[in-house]
Nanobody
Framework: QVQLVESGGGLVQAGGSLRLSCTTS????????VGWFRQAPGKEREFVSA????????YYADSVKGRFTISRDNAKNMVYLQMNSLKPEDTAVYSC????????????????????WGQGTQVTVSS
């Protein structure tokens, strides 16, 4: 079992930045792709970004391309989401998720089958 914990959320003004972190005590975290998703009130959860287990493939939703950067440090069991130029429409609960399959990379992030989830961290961007 892989239990994930997010941190780094908060309240920021439009144009500001936040860095979210995702970690786990599980030993197989570094061998799994990790994704970030968000859910705003009254909306469905949507994909934000993902990174392959080696960190050599990254994926972004069009809405965050050029503003958000995903990275990972497998030695520390950490995945980060650097969010710059934040907009009010970025307001949501952000959750990280790890893929069910270890040691697997795909050109399509939708093939990762994210099955292990964290509780989420709130990001609020004021206008």
């Amino acid at each position: 079992q892989v239990q994930l914990v997010e941190s780094g959320g908060g309240l920021v003004q439009a144009g500001g930045s936040l860095r979210l972190s995702c970690t786990t005590s599980g030993r197989t975290f570094s061998s799994r792709a990790v994704g970030w998703f968000r859910q705003a009130p009254g909306k469905e959860r949507e994909f934000v970004s993902a990174i392959s287990w080696k960190g050599d493939n990254t994926y972004y939703a069009d809405s965050v391309k050029g503003r958000f950067t995903i990275s990972r440090d497998n030695a520390k069991n950490m995945v980060y989401l650097q969010m710059n130029s934040l907009k009010p429409e970025d307001t949501a609960v952000y959750s990280c998720a790890a893929s069910k399959r270890a040691l697997y990379t795909d050109s399509d992030y939708r093939k990762y089958e994210f099955g292990f989830w964290g509780q989420g961290t709130q990001v609020t961007v004021s206008s």
